[in-house]
């Protein structure tokens, strides 16, 4: 136990965030519940944020100094506090007191307030490791980018906020507590790190029925039960060393659960219901690159959900707790071991199966099937989707795969190559919607139809066929609307929610017939996203039967934009709603807090453009797009805007040199592209603008809007075999759109 005297004063703040309703804190879990206790002692998650003492600050506040891109910081202490000396926001130096510790381990991190009770996560953290791993020592979150004071990556801003960012994964029954008149916070917890009642909901009932027996309670006096409590085991052939779970797992509740914070996702509400599924009140990121390679490996940090969604031992019936001690974290047998509870070692731990050297690193099931990717400098996290390596995905996409995962010097090539020679063609000719995902991302002919076997495969996952609901063309895809109507109506949540946001380019008719049913679904984040399509459609315009639908949606997405008014995309959120409700005054009150709230905020600012666009101030629009775009020299949509402002003052010229310095700076985006074409074909530059599409085109193969912007042109200009030529690469590569078909027979 470490001396009451040393973080008194601490101690006695800490006690002042007061239990709220029903929850009674870990002390009294720990006289029932021991052992449980005894192993969430010293865990990740009891150790997620403490108070700053001699004994939980691990970090070198001896005077110790850090200097990286000409930034020092100096870390010392002062009487009993922490401080931390280092550049601010604002450019200059300044002492910050160490108000919670953040993590332990690989790495510790440090909370500093600032005004209005927000907390800050500082970018240098203490590198935990031992000395000999590379540990002990301060390091910097990006190494490899100078972050400037008005970066908005900088530790300072909005995205570095513990508030809205971090703490409701790092404490228990967190509430942000935003006010936005005053724009401060008062965040509260029930307790400082994450405890029994984060994952078990409250436990005062519990506590008394643990007290009385009483057995008219339910439940044993718990919200829900996260227990699979259906004496299900695992079951090994030792003929074909197949394994199946002797029952059929009913509820997912436990992987949901955990999902909560081990998943990359958006927060609705701080309102967490317990018993209920994830998505009620967080939507989990899909499938997207890049946060995910095409074929749903890791490529950044997902924090393991959305990956074990994608597995087959998910699928079968396998939770967290098969393999993990849920209350240590750790693994319930070391390192191979925790896999060989269900994989016969007979088979699997043999040569002849992972063809490496016995007890090297790629003997490991982990190695190979949970390969590791490194996250905030010096954390591996292994990939949880636990697939076959398939060197052949990467050398069609440019996927990592477990294998150059370790060969770091080989190529792909090589990699598939020796696969092959020990396996054959067993595993690449088994179909993988990686290539489907990566034909889509890369505009290859087919790409459609390659996405519809995805979508139809009753033996995908739910987040693949949402990942790929949301890729349909509806112009491309005869079976786009077929699809629709399978995932509106399907059992998860993440496709219903997918359907909903494939329709954000349909018309306005259409995405309210789809949408309107979906307004009443059971899972509240389903019901934003179906909110968010309709709510601006016009009472007067719907059937009076469904004007009181069309008045509770939009009262519910407006309040849910209300819980993000704390950062500035939840502002300019509201100042477009706003506007799309005809509220012009109230939408530029939006727009000036959010830029007021964070400066650096590029979306906020381009909102507002636009709104002075409809006024009809052009010369502000043109102030606001110019100083986004000294913020930011790559933000696409700022060029477009200015050289559409410029235009509407009647000056091409000053609009093609805009365009034409985007096309120069920035690689990644069409659109500049054909804005350019465009601007030249209207010019009288006819030869110019298809000249600028072929170079285009180099880059961005097959992209539509090039291509029916040259065949328009090439028309135009009576040049009917150019023009045919387009005609030929349009049908080619978007086979069932009839109107493509119909310009091809009509050349």
């Given amino acids: ?170 404490s228990t029954n967190v509430k942000k507590n935003y006010d936005l008149k005053t724009q401060t916070y008062n965040t509260t917890f029930d307790e400082i790190n994450v405890s029994c009642e984060a994952c078990h909901g409250p436990g005062d009932v519990h506590a008394k029925w643990a007290e009385n027996k009483d057995q008219k309670v339910k439940n044993m006096g718990l919200i829900f039960d996260i227990m699979d409590r259906d004496s299900a085991h695992w079951k090994i052939d030792p003929n074909t060393a197949l394994v199946t779970r002797s029952k059929p797992r009913k509820s997912n ?21 317990f018993g209920k599924m994830l998505e009620h009140t967080h939507q989990v990121a899909y499938l997207d690159y890049p946060l995910y390679n095409d074929d749903g490996t890791n490529n950044d940090e997902d924090y393991v959900y959305g990956s074990f969604l994608q597995s087959k031992m998910y699928a079968k019936g396998v939770t967290c707790k098969d393999c993990h001690n849920v209350h240590s974290g750790q ?20 040569t002849n199966h992972h063809k490496h050297e016995e ?56 990699s598939l190559a020796a696969f092959k020679n020990w396996y054959g063609n067993k595993y690449d000719t088994i179909p993988h919607y990686g290539f489907a995902f990566h034909k889509v991302r890369t505009n290859q002919p087919e790409a459609q139809k390659a996405l519809n076997k995805v979508i139809n495969d009753k033996n995908m996952a739910h987040i693949v066929i949402g990942t790929a609901i949301r890729f349909q063309d ?19 949540p993440l496709v219903r929610r997918a359907g909903l946001e494939s329709l954000k380019n349909l018309p306005k008719q259409q995405q309210f017939e789809y949408a309107l049913p979906l307004t009443k679904d059971s899972i509240y984040g389903v019901r934003y996203m179906a909110n968010s399509l309709i709510y601006d459609i016009p009472i007067t315009n719907v059937p009076k039967e469904q004007q009181a639908v069309l008045i509770n949606t939009r009262k519910e997405y407006i309040n849910q934009l209300l819980y993000w008014q704390d950062r500035a995309l939840g502002l300019s959120s509201l100042g477009v709603a706003a506007l799309n409700l005809g509220k012009q005054e109230q939408a530029e009150d939006y727009f000036k807090k959010a830029v007021a709230l964070d400066t650096l905020n590029l979306i906020a600012k381009i909102n507002y453009a636009d709104l002075k666009r409809m006024q009809g101030k052009n010369e502000e629009c043109i102030a606001i797009l110019k100083k986004i775009i000294s913020i930011d020299k790559t933000f696409s949509v700022a060029y477009q805007a200015l050289a559409f402002a410029y235009i509407r003052m ?97 050349n």
């Fill in 1 to 170: 136990m470490e001396p009451k005297n040393e973080y008194s004063a601490l101690q006695i703040e800490l006690n002042n965030h007061k239990h709220d309703v029903g929850f009674i804190g870990s002390d009294k879990c720990s006289s029932c519940h021991e052992k449980e206790y005894k192993d969430w002692l010293g865990s990740d998650h009891q150790l997620a944020m403490q108070l700053p003492t001699d004994s939980t600050v691990l970090g070198d506040f001896n005077n110790s100094k850090y200097t990286i891109y000409g930034v020092t910081s100096t870390f010392l202490k002062q009487d009993d506090s922490f401080i931390i000396n280092t550049q601010g926001p604002d450019g200059n130096y300044h002492d910050y007191k160490v108000k919670y510790t953040f993590g332990h381990y690989p790495l510790q991190q440090y909370l500093v307030e600032f005004p209005n009770g927000k907390l800050q996560v500082i970018t240098p953290f203490w590198d935990s490791r031992a000395k000999d791993e590379g540990g002990q020592k301060w390091q910097h979150l990006y190494p490899d980018e100078f972050i400037a004071s008005h970066d908005e990556l900088n530790w300072g801003r909005p995205l570095q906020n513990w508030n809205y960012m971090c703490a409701e994964c790092h």
């Fill in 253 to 273: 509740m436990q992987v949901e659960w955990c999902g909560r914070c081990h998943s990359r996702r958006s927060q609705l509400t701080d309102e967490f219901t």
């Fill in 331 to 350: 693994l319930k047998i070391e390192k191979d071991n925790v896999c060989f509870q269900c994989h016969m070692p007979q088979k699997y731990k043999s």
């Fill in 359 to 414: 007890n090297s690193d790629g003997a490991s099931c982990i190695s190979c099937h949970m390969p590791k990717i490194t996250v905030m400098v010096v954390d591996p996290r292994s990939d949880h989707s636990m697939r076959i390596p398939r060197p052949d995905i990467s050398v069609k996409t440019g996927a990592t795969n477990a294998c150059n995962n370790c060969h770091k010097d080989k190529s792909n090539e090589w």
């Fill in 474 to 492: 509806y112009s491309n895809n005869p079976m786009a609307f077929e699809n629709l109507e399978m995932a509106l109506a399907s059992s998860s």
């Fill in 650 to 746: 009647g000056d091409k010229q000053k609009a093609l040199n805009t365009l034409k310095t985007a096309i120069n700076i920035i690689k990644n985006d069409p659109q500049n592209h054909y804005y350019f074409a465009v601007l030249q074909n209207d010019l009288g530059q006819n030869k110019q603008a298809i000249s600028t599409i072929m170079k285009a085109l180099k880059t961005y193969p097959n992209n539509e809007e090039l291509l029916t912007l040259a065949y328009s042109i090439h028309l135009n200009n009576n040049e009917i075999s150019e023009a045919k030529k387009i005609a030929t690469i349009l049908v080619k590569t978007y086979p069932n759109n009839k109107q493509y078909q119909q310009i091809s027979n009509s």
